[in-house]
């Protein structure tokens, strides 16, 4: 069986305005992706070839995936992490995010200190 491809509502809105194909497109793109209609379904419903449709969520899928590559590049830019570190945005109450900040430096500090006494 082959895998299900998913995204959510607000990744799909993400990356709708980059992409290159038709509204109509990107609506039968939608479909599969945000909504979890079988390929065959929605290409049924439409009026088009199963390929049409599978072709266009690839389109989305691809798009996506550049899009976060771009952001990736864009948060670490101008930014060294260390090895096995990653950059991430994090939406929580303050209290969490000044707990996490502590955590970090915390963490960062045992690394220096455990990688100066090897």
Same mark, same amino acid.
């Given at each position: 069986?082959?895998?299900?491809?998913?995204?959510?509502?607000?990744?799909?809105?993400?990356?709708?305005?980059?992409?290159?194909?038709? &509204? %109509? +497109?990107?609506?039968?793109?939608?479909?599969?992706?945000? $909504?979890?209609?079988? !390929?065959? *379904?929605?290409?049924?419903?439409?009026?088009?070839?199963?390929?049409?449709?599978?072709?266009?969520?690839?389109?989305?899928?691809?798009?996506?995936?550049?899009?976060?590559?771009?952001?990736?590049? &864009? %948060? +670490?830019?101008?930014?060294?992490?260390?090895?096995?570190? $990653?950059?991430?945005? !994090?939406? *929580?109450?303050?209290?969490?995010?000044?707990?996490?900040?502590?955590?970090?430096?915390?963490?960062?500090?045992?690394?220096?200190?455990?990688?100066?006494?090897?």
């Amino acid at each position: 069986m082959a895998k299900r491809r998913r995204m959510t509502e607000l990744e799909f809105a993400a990356v709708r305005h980059l992409l290159n194909i038709s &509204e %109509e +497109s990107q609506n039968l793109a939608h479909a599969v992706l945000v $909504e979890g209609k079988s !390929l065959r *379904a929605v290409a049924n419903a439409a009026g088009c070839s199963f390929q049409f449709v599978d072709k266009n969520t690839k389109v989305v899928l691809t798009t996506f995936k550049r899009y976060q590559e771009a952001r990736r590049v &864009e %948060e +670490s830019a101008g930014t060294q992490l260390p090895p096995g570190w $990653e950059c991430a945005t !994090l939406i *929580a109450p303050v209290e969490l995010i000044e707990n996490f900040r502590r955590d970090i430096a915390e963490y960062a500090a045992a690394s220096l200190n455990k990688n100066k006494s090897t």
